[in-house]
């Protein structure tokens, strides 16, 4: 009989609402018998969704699982900007005498579809000498971090009733959400922050084969995971994107 500790496998979770994503895969290894574990692409405390986990042998398809495209969906408030680009952040209101129209938005949007060049935010896990952009944040040091190429692939107005426009993206690896709401709002004129995120896929895997920590049996077996060699034929069925 395979102990837990051997599991090899991927656990599509589906993270909750302030809780980070070191903590979700850090509560799932230990209900797999603290099997080698680790994720496919870091979601924010605030943000919820689709959470890749890999375990035992899959951990080394991790790389694999992060470039594969992502999909989001955010509100984002065009009423202000803030210090970490969220509602968690300092809130600076922005005066707009005319709120744009919904074409405009979606104009806007348009703008940022192909490769791109995005600045990522202060609150970020990128490196800065050797410490966490994040880190230096908190000390008061926001650093001023380089702009990448980044892609995207889908951008879409679902819904817009001033100040809150709900966005639908498809994107690449490395692309930061709350940076779009942030060049959005620089783009319009106006402010722009997430006020919710949701990522609801990671490559082939989707928000609705996802399930909660809740969910989850307490000790975290095979019938929980789906076997490295499906999830990687799953991933190689999308073909180059």
């Given amino acids: 009989m ?6 090899t496998g991927i656990l599509v979770l589906d993270k909750e609402l302030g809780m980070s994503s070191m903590r979700a895969v850090e509560i799932a290894r230990r209900r797999a018998g603290r099997a080698k574990a680790g994720h496919a692409g870091t979601l924010d405390p605030l943000a919820t969704g689709v ?5 035992g042998r899959a951990t080394k398809a991790i790389d694999l699982l992060m470039a ?21 952040g ?20 348009a703008g940022f579809v192909g490769t791109i060049s995005q600045r ?43 100040p809150v426009a709900r966005v639908s993206l498809r994107t690449g690896k490395g692309f930061y959400v709350r940076s779009l709401a942030r060049d959005l709002g620089v783009a319009l004129g106006t402010g722009g922050h997430c006020a919710t995120l949701r990522r609801t896929a990671v490559g082939p895997f989707a928000a609705e084969h ?14 929980c995971l789906i076997p490295l060699e499906s999830a990687l034929a799953l991933v190689g069925a999308l073909g180059p994107r």
Wanted: aromatic share 6%.
């Fill in 51 to 55: 959470l890749v986990v890999a375990f």
């Fill in 210 to 223: 996802a399930r909660t920590l809740t969910a989850l049996p307490e000790r975290i077996d095979e019938s």
């Fill in 2 to 7: 395979r102990h837990h500790s051997d599991l």
């Fill in 120 to 162: 990522p935010p202060a609150f970020s896990a990128v490196h800065v000498g050797g410490k966490r952009a994040y880190a230096l944040a908190r000390a008061d040091a926001p650093p001023e971090l380089p702009p990448r190429s980044v892609v995207v692939h889908e951008a879409r107005l679902l819904d817009y009733a001033w």
């Fill in 90 to 109: 300092e809130r600076r209101e922005v005066a707009v005498a005319t709120p744009p129209t919904r074409e405009a938005v979606e104009q806007a949007l």
């Fill in 68 to 88: 594969t495209e992502k999909r989001y969906e955010t509100d984002v408030d065009l009423s202000a900007f803030t210090t970490t680009d969220d509602r968690e």
